[in-house]
C-alpha cells in the first residue's frame, strides 16, 4: 500500500494548496480563492495556479463567477446524497474484489489505524483524526483487483468534509464513525466481506445523511458567511 512519491507539478501543489485551504476551514463556500494570494503563499507565478483552479472548477471546487473570480463551492443535500452513495458502493467494491488482501498484515494496519484515531479524538486532535480517516478508507480500497475504486476515491477526497462547508468538527459523528470503522474491520476479521462492504455502504451514508443535516440546520450562517465573502472581494 506503500506508494513512492512522485515528482508534483506546480500547478499541481497549487491545487494540493488550495484543497488544503479548503478542507482546514481557512476558506469555506462562497469564499473567494485568488491567484494573488496562492502565489504570495507559495512563492510560484500565477499562471499554473489558473491551471490549479480551472481543474477544480472541473471537479466541483470552486467554481469561476463573472467579475468575482474563483470561489469555493459548496454542495446541495442531492449532491451530498449522491456522493456519499458512489463512495460506499466503490469502497464496498474495493473491499469485495480485493478480500484476499485483508490478510494479518492488512488487518493489522487497520487495527493501528483504528487506534491512532481513537487517541486522536480524545485529545480532540482531529486534524489527525481527519487524516486516519482518510488512511482508513485508502486501507480498503488500495488493493491490486481495485486501482479504479482507488482512484475514484481520491477524486471524491474531501467533498464530504464537514470543514469544506463551514462547519466544525463534530466530536459526537466522528465518535460514531470510529464505531463503524471497528464494526467494519471486525467483519473483515471473520472473512465476511459481504457484510464488510454493507457495513461500508452504510457508513457513507450515515456520514452524507449527517452532514446534510448540519447544512440544513444551519443556512443562514452558511449566506452570512458567503455574504461576507462578497464584501471582502467588492473593490
Request: with cysteine; net charge negative; hydrophobic share 40%.
Amino acid at each position: 500500500m506503500d506508494h513512492p512519491k512522485t515528482y508534483m507539478t506546480k500547478a499541481e501543489h497549487a491545487r494540493q494548496h488550495i484543497q488544503e485551504m479548503v478542507l482546514s476551514g481557512t476558506v469555506g463556500p462562497g469564499d473567494r480563492i485568488t491567484t494573488r494570494e496562492v502565489s504570495l503563499a507559495l512563492g510560484i507565478s500565477e499562471t499554473p495556479i489558473r491551471e490549479a483552479i480551472r481543474s477544480l472548477a472541473s471537479d466541483g471546487w470552486l467554481e469561476v463567477q463573472n467579475h468575482i473570480g474563483a470561489v469555493v463551492q459548496g454542495l446541495r443535500a442531492e449532491q451530498i446524497r449522491e456522493i456519499s452513495a458512489l463512495r460506499g458502493l466503490i469502497c464496498g467494491l474495493a473491499v469485495e474484489l480485493g478480500a484476499s488482501n485483508f490478510n494479518a498484515d492488512r488487518l493489522a494496519k487497520i487495527d493501528e489505524n483504528i487506534a491512532i484515531s481513537a487517541t486522536a479524538l480524545e485529545a480532540e486532535d482531529f486534524d489527525l483524526f481527519g487524516a486516519k480517516n482518510y488512511e482508513f478508507h485508502l486501507l480498503l480500497c488500495d488493493n491490486p483487483e481495485s486501482p479504479w475504486c482507488r482512484r475514484l476515491l481520491e477524486n471524491m477526497h474531501g467533498l464530504m468534509s464537514a470543514q469544506r462547508h463551514g462547519i466544525p468538527p463534530q466530536p459526537g459523528r466522528l465518535g460514531d464513525a470510529l464505531k463503524e470503522h471497528m464494526a467494519i474491520r471486525d467483519r473483515l476479521r471473520e472473512g465476511d466481506f459481504t457484510a464488510a462492504a454493507a457495513l461500508v455502504n452504510q457508513h457513507e451514508k450515515n456520514t452524507g445523511d449527517f452532514l446534510i443535516d448540519l447544512i440544513e440546520a444551519a443556512p443562514a450562517k452558511g449566506a452570512n458567511r458567503r455574504a461576507e465573502g462578497r464584501r471582502a472581494s467588492a473593490p
